[in-house]
């Protein structure tokens, strides 16, 4: 038994693009699972609590239920049109739900894990109330960017606990605020550092999420504030307070599979007596809450522990870091289903372009190029070929004679989707079956049935039946991840895929065909080019506004001004620097640089892809960096004291428009940054999670 869960979206939105980058791969993985006869439980459902969606309503006029129901069914019916299935959908706010939330906090207080604890909280005297998370806008302790109550945004990406955010205001009315007491509680995750070092060097799941998750559980864990003041929200037992939403939200796991185990199997088999194995598909950016924060809830409540966590690769948008407010999304609703294409060309898309783990970039010439070079003139042409021609030229009877290698090559395609499920490597399974149809076009066009017809007609059968059964093994393999084509093409070959496993793609039977129908349509290039331009038209307005915005607010608010006359007083030393063998020397005495001067710095964060030695070299190592949207290559001067092995997946800091050198004749375009400490550098990393390309200011 397997229980497959995916983030919550948050009820605040619609569907995008980097939605479905969690979801359509988790539901190919549930389809190939059962295909391959196992028991599996899907589940997921709608994030109906927080700050945002408070603040939100009262924009729109809506009470938060009311807003929760819209975005609730828009969800429900993206991934119905999609073909995302769960076996359950629930939502946050049902009573269900609360009660299991409730019932779970109780148990942590009962086992001593949730103290209460006297904090600073930002107070609006003008509104008279306390201002939580999203409510509260100020300055960034740690890197003196303008930052909300619960994140710096806008600058570091750190988390930030209720207290911690200076010069508050109220984002409401805009006053300033103060800092009042008020009795919050606690969770203590300091008790648990021990058991999530044991726990994360278990856990199965990409490699993504679990360097992130050992990075983090290595340094300084805090305790955990776990109540905010809100009305919306499962109530703190016992309290006028509601609990955080990132405690109650991944809580939706249980409660949502109580529901979907009713009149099947009890739910307790799954979270509390361990007989099953439990899988979370999410986004990278949530690695921190299901790797740390979770895994401590369920241990300190003695519910069962998840067996891999699935983090998918972050997603760009036409080769542009995503971003709404920047109009670099693809709206799943607005754009991709009103256009009318397939779904299914998306969700090939989505899980054919790349790793699971790596960064996706959605562009819409690749997009279309890649479904009518690639899915149409492959496996389309071979389904439909092979199937009109048995149609037309056997009245489509045809008898089970089948070349035992077309047999060996569909045993091996089985094989290669069965070993990358394990890997979590989706690519690598829809490539699979393509290879296969690859084979059956090679096949059908060596053996030349329109001409063998005329000849010998015993012959063409067998040549035809053969490619046949590749068709047929075709649909089955493919439908996990083109369930609506599939679905319908296995008509014309006489059976229902939906019923279908993996054994029946080797099972030999006679064939009668019904007149099949073309499985694809081309996407033509005047609807590439109609989506082109309504996402250049949407970054135009967006760029639009952001220069208007920029002319009413002028061009630094009174914060950002603080900050900058901060950074004047900041000494460094950006031009007067000696190359070494692999390191940069800075001068002793550097001289004072002005902000505009400091700007000049293209500093950002990235990610090792790649780490190698250079060969002939002690102190080199060459370094593939993800910077967002680019990978570079980078030579460091630390091979003496970091292993490549090491540094694949790390986030590092990184000098972007750093002048070009040669390093033991290997172009190096940037520098890494770190500590110097007796002559030995020590690499600099972000305390969280941050996606690369993220700029450092």
């Known amino acids: 038994m397997k229980l497959i869960t995916c983030g919550l979206p948050y009820a605040n939105g619609k569907a995008h693009i980097g939605h479905l980058r969690t979801y359509v791969p988790a539901d190919v993985y549930v389809r190939y699972l059962r295909m391959f006869g196992e028991e599996v439980i899907f589940v997921c459902g709608s994030d109906c609590h927080g700050t945002p969606i408070v603040i939100n309503a009262e924009k729109e006029g809506l009470k938060p239920k009311e807003l929760v129901d819209i975005y609730h069914e828009h969800f429900q019916e993206v991934f119905r049109k999609i073909d995302v299935n ?84 109220c984002k409401i009315c805009g006053a300033k605020a103060i800092y009042r007491k008020q009795k919050h509680y606690f969770f203590r995750l300091t008790e648990f550092k021990d058991f999530l070092l044991e726990f994360l060097g278990k856990l199965g799941g990409t490699e993504n999420a679990l360097n992130y998750a050992k990075q983090w559980v290595t340094m ?20 006028d ?55 401590a809830m369920l241990k300190g409540s003695d519910y069962s522990l998840p ?58 010439e690749v997009f279309g190029d890649k479904i009518n070079n690639e899915l149409i003139a492959n496996l389309g042409n071979f389904l439909y070929r092979v199937t009109h021609f048995a149609w037309k030229n056997f009245d489509g009877e045809i008898q089970a004679k089948v070349d035992r290698n077309a047999m060996n090559a569909i045993q091996a395609a089985i094989k290669k989707i069965k070993e990358a499920l394990e890997n979590w490597e989706f690519k690598v399974a ?55 084509t599939m679905k319908k093409f296995s008509g014309f070959l006489g059976f229902d895929v939906e019923k279908a496993t993996t054994d029946d793609a080797l099972k030999i039977e006679s064939f009668k065909i019904k007149k099949p129908e073309i499985p694809f349509t081309k996407v033509l290039p005047e609807k590439i080019a109609e989506l082109e331009d309504t996402m250049h038209k949407r970054i135009a307005m967006a760029e639009k506004k952001e220069e208007k915005e ?19 007083n900041v000494k460094g030393e ?57 990978v570079r290559q980078v030579v460091a001067g630390i091979a003496e004291y970091y292993k490549p092995e090491d540094l694949i997946g790390r986030l590092l800091p990184i000098l972007v428009n750093m002048k070009p050198a040669k390093l033991m004749g290997v172009e190096s375009r940037g520098m890494i940054l770190a500590a110097d400490v007796n002559g030995e550098p020590v690499l600099l990393y972000p305390d969280k999670e941050v996606k690369p390309g993220t700029k450092i200011r």
Not at 246 to 265: H, L, M, N, Q
Not at 310 to 320: L, N, P
Not at 598 to 609: E, H, P, Q
Not at 624 to 629: K, L, T, W
């Open 86 to 169: 769960f076996d359950y959908f629930g939502r946050t706010d049902a009573e269900y739900h609360h009660e299991r939330t409730q019932e779970i906090v109780k148990r942590l207080l009962e086992n001593g894990y949730i103290y209460p604890k006297e904090i600073e909280l930002a107070y609006c005297p003008n509104c008279d109330r306390f201002l939580p998370d999203r409510y509260v806008e100020g300055v960034c302790p740690y890197c003196g960017e303008i930052a909300r109550g619960d994140e710096c945004d806008q600058g570091c990406g750190r988390h930030l606990e209720p207290g911690e955010i200076l010069e508050p205001r």
């Open 220 to 239: 300084e864990l805090k305790d955990w504030c776990i109540t905010r003041n809100l009305e919306w929200g499962v109530k703190f037992p016992g309290e």
């Open 241 to 295: 307070l509601v609990v955080y939403v990132w405690v109650d939200a991944p809580i939706g796991y249980i409660s949502f599979t109580e529901k979907a185990c009713e009149g099947r199997i009890d739910w307790r088999d799954i979270w509390l007596r361990n007989k099953a194995e439990i899988v979370h598909f999410i986004g990278l950016d949530i690695v921190y809450h299901h790797c740390i924060f979770w895994p």
């Open 307 to 364: 067996n891999a966590v699935v983090a998918s690769g972050m997603v760009k948008v036409e080769g542009k870091t995503f971003s709404k407010s920047r109009g670099y999304v693809v709206w799943v609703e607005d754009d991709y289903l009103a256009s009318g294409l397939n779904t299914d060309f998306l969700r090939y898309y989505l899980v054919n372009y790349t790793s699971h783990q790596k960064d996706l970039n959605f562009s819409w």
């Open 430 to 484: 829809s490539d699979a079956f393509m290879e296969l149809s690859s084979f059956g076009n090679n096949y059908f066009q060596n053996a030349k049935p329109w001409d063998l017809i005329k000849s010998d007609r015993n012959e063409c059968e067998k040549a035809v039946a053969t490619c046949l059964q590749i068709a047929k093994a075709l649909v089955i393999l493919s439908y996990p991840v083109l369930p609506k």
């Open 550 to 568: 920029f002319e009413e607010t002028g061009k630094e608010t009174r914060e950002v001004k603080e900050v900058v006359g901060e950074i004047e």
């Open 574 to 630: 950006v031009e007067d620097v000696k190359e070494k063998e692999g390191e940069i020397v800075m001068e002793e005495n550097p001289s004072e640089i002005s902000f505009d001067e400091f700007k000049k710095l293209d500093l950002r964060i990235g990610k090792v892809v790649k780490a190698e030695k250079i060969e002939k070299s002690k102190k080199l190592l060459r370094l593939e960096i993800d910077i967002g949207g680019e």
